[in-house]
């Protein structure tokens, strides 16, 4: 019995995201953002109170990153709660409680595969009544459609896309520990349907849902737009898989996905479907694989789906999964994963790449 132990912080995210601190209580997850910095000699700063209707950012600290592979449904109704609850690995309750309005999770198949990552908001409208609004993957929208209205049967609940709504996710510009700061100012809060913490880490910042009519920019103070695949690479750096690439339908474990980690599980509320290994492998806590970033020697392109992991001995070490340039998300055996290991192209092309533990992991990781 060994304890495994790797380095934790060794990927960073260029021109990326800002730092936080944060901690788990049983069912909240406690942030505390941590951004910001002293301006250079001479820039002239505007400071603003903490008064309502003021901000307190200094403009352009905040990027805005648009997610046109995200999509969302909206679910109302007086039954909504107990619908999704039986078809969901989160805990339907934790929205009806206090400050808890952001929730994520994973939709399984029987035999406890992840079929649907998502993201829970409720409902925002006034007099809406029960509700939520799902994001999820935009590739497997009318996948989920179908899924949610099987299980509806009587269900007094109401099932509809938004292909008019938009997704962003608005993540600090640089990391600078050590100073306080807020999310950015909202200059029109009735523009924004969702504007919450993203519960999955805080390191991947706010998640912003508007009408595809509106700029981000004219109801965010202090930001700026930023390209799409900056956010995908800020994702992989930190380790967090999102969509069906990452974690493909029927395939994905949703333990070896780090949903713990991600706050998207509950081990308490009553049955859903896939529970049953689910809940047998968390109680065993047996996790012999893990969904882990890792940094390849050279990007590579033309990479076969799952393509297969080795040590430099040639032993079986996992699959890797996806990523942009040289940054990427791979499910590797634990045993190995301190082990530099190697990934062959469709071309025959061979890269080492090294994995690394997250730092929003928790802290005692290990494995005896």
């Not at 648009?66 to 619908?83: C, E, N």
């Not at 700029?215 to 069906?244: F, M």
């Amino acid at each position: 019995m060994g304890v495994w132990c790797i380095a934790r912080g060794a990927f960073s995210s260029a021109g990326c995201l800002g730092v936080y601190a944060g901690k788990y209580t049983g069912r909240h997850l406690c942030v505390t953002f941590l951004s910001g910095g002293s301006a250079p000699v001479g820039t002239s700063v505007r400071r603003y109170s903490q008064e309502p209707g003021h901000g307190s950012d200094v403009p352009g600290r905040f990027v805005c990153y648009h997610l046109p592979h995200r999509t969302l449904v909206k679910i109302q109704g007086a039954d909504t709660s107990p619908f999704l609850q039986g078809i969901i690995t989160n805990d339907m309750e934790l929205l009806e409680e206090p400050g808890t309005t952001a929730m994520y999770s994973h939709m399984l198949n029987v035999q406890g595969r992840t079929l649907y990552d998502i993201i829970l908001y409720s409902l925002r409208e006034a007099n809406a009544g029960p509700g939520v609004f799902l994001e999820c993957d935009h590739t497997i929208k009318d996948s989920i459609l179908r899924h949610l209205k099987m299980y509806k049967i009587r269900r007094k609940v109401n099932i509809s896309p938004c292909p008019e709504l938009s997704v962003w996710a608005v993540l600090p510009k640089q990391k600078n520990a050590g100073q306080e700061a807020s999310k950015p100012e909202l200059l029109s809060p009735d523009k924004a349907l969702v504007w919450e913490t993203d519960p999955r880490t805080q390191e991947m910042g706010c998640r912003l849902v508007l009408d595809s009519q509106v700029d981000p920019l004219d109801i965010i103070a202090s930001c700026q737009k930023g390209d799409t695949e900056e956010y995908h690479r800020h994702r992989y750096a930190i380790g967090l898989p999102e969509g069906v690439k990452d974690l493909p339908p029927g395939v994905a474990l949703p333990l070896e996905s780090n949903l713990v980690y991600m706050q998207g599980i509950s081990f308490s509320k009553g049955c859903y479907i896939g529970q049953e290994l689910t809940a047998r492998t968390h109680h065993t806590g047996v996790v012999r694989k893990r969904l882990m970033p890792v940094r390849l020697s050279a990007p590579v392109q033309d990479l076969e789906e799952g393509a297969a992991l080795q040590t430099e001995s040639g032993k079986p070490a996992g699959k890797h999964r996806a990523g942009v340039g040289e940054l990427g998300l791979s499910l590797i055996r634990i045993a190995h994963a301190k082990e530099v290991l190697m990934l062959k192209s469709s071309d025959d092309a061979t890269v080492t790449l090294e994995a690394s533990v997250p730092d929003w992991w928790p802290q005692d990781v290990k494995i005896n």
